[in-house]
């Protein structure tokens, strides 16, 4: 079986056409590949698949088969995956996710993707939408008690999948690998979450780190970065335009107030492409 290995921005995946669904398991599929010591290694999975309503459909599942909405980085190296290969020609695409119909349009140089611009979509701020429990309304600056006794103030909204985003003084000192696997797996958030930290640096620049539910701590999260966007105007602190820089590399974001619509802008890389066993 052809795989792919690509990334964005370091969050990476191995990417399959599956157009003819001959992938029957991909849960485990996901698992036994992204394994980084018995697998190829990545943050998950991603099939390339028919669409009835798109361009294409994309599914994606974690690094611990667990199947994910929507992945930004993903979906930039998907589309550049179907144009490389010659699954189509179009330099505007459409594609199908969990999270609803994505639009992407690319950036061509000698005849290969190189970067490509996401409409992100509307970013989803009622409570029982992201899903998180407790009150209704938005989730802006409110304080989340861990077991521990740990307290953060956090920030939640969906991008289709669901994110705690929180803002600290020193991203790169701060303990991710202890209090994200915590606040994933919050009783509030009967879906889990990813999690953000994010420190500030100026009105359109901050720094941010993911822990990834499913997948834990990876170099870049798209849909993260979008978050972290939102989050950063709601509560007063960025403007509408900003540089995100992440482990992985640099991601362009954008929340247009006359469309209510996120817009992110970023690389895409294949890395090798290689055969596993069927």
Not at 53 to 67: H, K, L, Q
Request: net charge negative.
């Amino acid at each position: 079986m052809t795989f792919t290995k690509m990334h964005g921005t370091g969050n990476d995946y191995i990417y399959i056409d599956n157009r003819d669904n001959r992938i029957k398991k991909p849960n485990e599929l996901a698992q036994e590949m992204s394994d980084r010591h018995y697998g190829i290694g990545s943050d998950g999975l991603i099939l390339i698949m028919k669409s009835a309503t798109s361009d294409f459909r994309m599914r994606m599942f974690n690094a611990d088969g667990s199947e994910a909405e929507m992945c930004g980085n993903g979906i930039r190296c998907f589309a550049k995956y179907v144009f490389d290969h010659g699954l189509t020609d179009k330099k505007s695409l459409d594609i199908e996710t969990l999270a609803g119909i994505k639009h992407l349009e690319l950036t061509i140089h000698n005849k290969k993707v190189t970067s490509a611009m996401v409409d992100m979509g509307e970013p989803i701020l009622r409570r029982d939408r992201i899903p998180m429990l407790g009150k209704p309304g938005m989730v802006v600056s409110e304080i989340l008690q861990l077991p521990d006794g740990a307290s953060f103030e956090i920030t939640a909204l969906s991008m289709g999948n669901p994110h705690s985003v929180i803002f600290v003084e020193d991203v790169e000192r701060f303990p991710v690998e202890k209090y994200g696997p915590i606040i994933e797996s919050h009783d509030f958030f009967p879906q889990r979450t990813n999690v953000e930290f994010v420190q500030i640096v100026t009105r359109d620049e901050v720094i941010q780190r993911t822990w990834e539910r499913g997948s834990g701590e990876t170099l870049a999260c798209g849909t993260g970065a979008s978050a972290v966007t939102v989050a950063s105007i709601i509560t007063k602190q960025t403007d509408r335009q900003l540089t995100i820089h992440l482990r992985g590399g640099d991601l362009k974001t954008e929340w247009r107030e006359e469309t209510n619509r996120v817009y992110m802008t970023g690389p895409a890389v294949e890395v090798f492409q290689g055969q596993w066993p069927a």
